[in-house]
C-alpha cells in the first residue's frame, strides 16, 4: 500500500480528496501546471501504452479510457489505482526476471500522473494530426484470426448457487496441421467464467460432447483416451491470449479437435455462456514445436496437499533433473484464493540459479502466462524447484471458510491447487 492510502486511511477519504482538491483548484487558478504535464503531451500516450489494451470497449477493463473525458474525469482515481501500482496489473516481480509482456509505470510516469491530476488534469493541445474518432486506436495491433470455434450453442448456466464443470467438443475441421502461433480464449459470459482449459482429441471419439457434465459417468471412459495435448493452453481471468516466439508454434494435426473443459462460478440466476477460441496460424517458417509440462500437485515434495484449518503452510516442488534440454518460452503459476506467495527458479547441473517467478502478493484475480524476453535454456540435467504459500486462517480476508476449514487439492475455487505450467521447445 502506498503513503496515498495510509493518508486515506487516516483522515477518512473525503477529507483528503477535499484537501488535495482545494490545493489542485488553487494551483489550476494560478496557473502553475507542475512540469506542465498536459493530457496530450503526456498522459494519452501513456494511457494508450499502458491501459487502453483493457480499457476500451469490449475489453475487460470496467470502462474506457480512450478519450480525454473518460481519463479526466476519473483523473483523481486513477493516479490513485497507479500510485499504489494496482493498475496496470503485474503481480511478478520484474526486479527478479523480465517478460516479454510485462506491464508497469515507471516512477516517473506515477509522478506524472500525480502532477498532472493535482494540476486540475488539463487537456492541452490535441495534436493535429490526432482525428477525435481514431484516439489511441492504432495502438491497438488487430489481426484477423485464421480460424475461430465457437461453442456450438449458448450453454445455460443455472441459477442454482452451485458450481458447474462442463465440457465441450469443438470441431476445428482442420484438413492439414496448423502451426498455431497466437492462441486466444474469448469468454461468453466473464463475470461467470473462473477458468478454463483447453486440450486437443486426435482420436474423434469425443465429438459430441457438449455440455458433458464433470459427473456424468461417461466421462471416465473420455479421460482414458490419451490426448494429443492435454494442455494446449488455460484461460484464468487476465490471460487472454497467449503468443509464441517468432520460428516456434503449437502444432495442432489434421483432423484433430479441441476439447474444452469450462468452470463456471455458483450463480444465483440463470445466465448463458457461449465462448470461444480463437486461433492465429504462423506467417513465418517455424523451425521448432511448443511443447507444455505440466507440473502439479502430484509432484509436491512435503505430501499430502492439505491445507489444516488456521494454518499457513508451504509446499515444495522439485522436478528433474531433466532428461533433455528445454528452451523456456513462459511460465503460468496457478493457484486458488488461499495462495500468498509462489516462487519457481530452475538449478542447472553446474549449479547455476535460473530465475523464472516470483509473486509476493498472490491475487486470484490476476493470473496470467509469463513470457520470458528471451527464451531462457535449461540444460540437460537441470532440476525446477517450485515454493508456494498458502493462507488458511480466518484472518485471510479471501479465505471463503469462517471459521477455516481444512481445505485439499480439487477443481472448485474453495478447493485448492498448486500448478506451473511451462511451455517450452525441446532442445
Ligand atoms: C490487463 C488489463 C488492464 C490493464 C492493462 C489496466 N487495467 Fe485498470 N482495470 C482492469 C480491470 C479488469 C479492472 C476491474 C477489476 C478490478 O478493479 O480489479 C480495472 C479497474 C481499474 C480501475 C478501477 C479500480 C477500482 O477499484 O474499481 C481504474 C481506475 C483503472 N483500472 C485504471 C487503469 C489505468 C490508469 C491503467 C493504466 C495505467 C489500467 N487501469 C490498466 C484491467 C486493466
Known sequence: MGPLHHLTTRI??????????????????????????????????????????????????????????????????????????????????????????????????????????QAGAPEGKRPKKQGKADENRALIPERKPDLVLRMRQPYPIKGDGQEDFRYFHLPTGLKEDALVETIEFVPGNRRLLHHSRIMVDSTGTMAGIDGLSETDPRLATFQRTPLADEFLYGWVPGNDRVSFPAGTAKRIRAGSDLLVNIHYAPSAKAEEDQSEVRLYFAKTPVTREVKTLTLTENHISNQPFLLKAETKPTFYISYGPIQQGMDLISVLPHMHLLGQTFKAVAVTPEGDVVNLVKIDAWDYKWQMTYRFAEALHLPKGSIILVEASYDNTSENPENPFRPAKDVGYGWNSTNEMMNLVLYYTPR
Not at 473525503?14 to 488535495?20: I, K, R
Not at 512540469?35 to 503531451?41: P, R
Not at 486513477?78 to 496489473?89: D, G, L, N, S
Open 12 to 117: 477518512g477519504r473525503t477529507g483528503c480528496w477535499l484537501l488535495v482538491g482545494l490545493l489542485s483548484l488553487t494551483r489550476a487558478a494560478l496557473g502553475q501546471s507542475p512540469e506542465g504535464a498536459t493530457y496530450w503531451s503526456h498522459i494519452q500516450p501513456l494511457v494508450a501504452r499502458h491501459c487502453a489494451a483493457c480499457h476500451r470497449p469490449g475489453g475487460v477493463g470496467p470502462f474506457s479510457l480512450l478519450a480525454y473525458e473518460d481519463v479526466a474525469k476519473r483523473a483523481k482515481f486513477v493516479a490513485k489505482v497507479t500510485e499504489i501500482r494496482y493498475m496496470p496489473p503485474f503481480p511478478a516481480d520484474r526486479a527478479f526476471q523480465h517478460y516479454q509482456n510485462e506491464r508497469g509505470l515507471s516512477a516517473e510516469e506515477i509522478a506524472v500522473i500525480q502532477q498532472w491530476w
